[in-house]
């Protein structure tokens, strides 16, 4: 009974590639969410996106892109990656405003 | 610009022991501000949160925070320690931004030892 997963737990890939993340929330929550962990476990976030409404973190770059097939899911693209990407990234969900945030498990990312 | 501070990287604390992990904050009007909790290759959890009313909130586990607007200060706290309480403490604030975007802080590591 998850109610925010994740997908792959782990993803190891070579510089240049494109890969994908994908999130699902069974809690019917409305709103859907990004972060980014660092080695040094700073939390930043990437996105969210509500009712198809998106908005974005002015620092990320167009390489990152989230895609919502539906209200209960939420999948990070990310182009060409580089070797700063490699974090741990979370995925969210919340009711609406002003209320806690639902993580996953996190998926960590390695570039090489 | 909204900002959270956590000063201390690590705090440790003997079991059984009251603890306090600070946080402050930086926001142009009210803000809406959480506490959440990491444990070692997990997800974070949500502890607790102020929106408004008593300046004393209390959340999971037994943890508890105050709110105290006149030093932008909303530090966790916990009256006995438990050696499992060890985890990464992440203060958060949103401050009504568009998204519902939360800022977090740098993260504290809390260490109970028995």
């Known amino acids: 009974d998850t109610a925010v997963s994740q997908t792959p737990k782990y993803l190891v890939t070579q510089m240049g590639n494109d890969k994908s993340i994908k999130c699902e929330q069974n809690?019917?929550?409305?709103?859907m969410y990004w972060y980014k962990q660092d080695s040094k476990k700073f939390l930043k976030i990437m996105f969210s996106?509500?009712?198809?409404?998106?908005?974005i973190n002015e620092t990320v770059p167009n390489r990152f892109s989230p895609k919502s097939p539906d209200k209960a899911h939420l999948n990070l693209h990310i182009n060409s990656l580089e070797l700063g990407d490699s974090a741990v990234y979370f995925c969210a969900s919340s009711q609406s405003f002003a209320v806690e945030q639902y993580f996953g498990p996190g998926t960590r990312l390695t570039v090489t | 610009a909204q900002s959270v501070a956590q000063p201390e990287d690590q705090v440790n604390v003997a079991e059984g022991n009251p603890l306090t992990v600070k946080c402050t904050y930086s926001v142009s009007g009210n803000p809406y501000l959480f506490w959440y909790v990491q444990y070692p290759n997990r997800g974070l959890q949500f502890l607790l949160k102020?929106?408004?009313?008593?300046?004393l909130v209390k959340g999971s586990y037994g943890f508890e925070a105050e709110f105290n607007k006149s030093q932008t200060s909303f530090h966790l706290k916990k009256p006995s320690a438990l050696v499992s309480d060890s985890a990464l403490y992440f203060c958060a604030v949103n401050h009504n931004n568009a998204g519902n975007m939360l800022t977090f802080g740098g993260g504290t590591r809390l260490m109970v030892k028995p």
């Open positions: 809690l019917g929550h409305d709103t």
């Open positions: 996106y509500n009712n198809k409404e998106l908005i």
């Open positions: 102020y929106i408004t009313g008593d300046n």
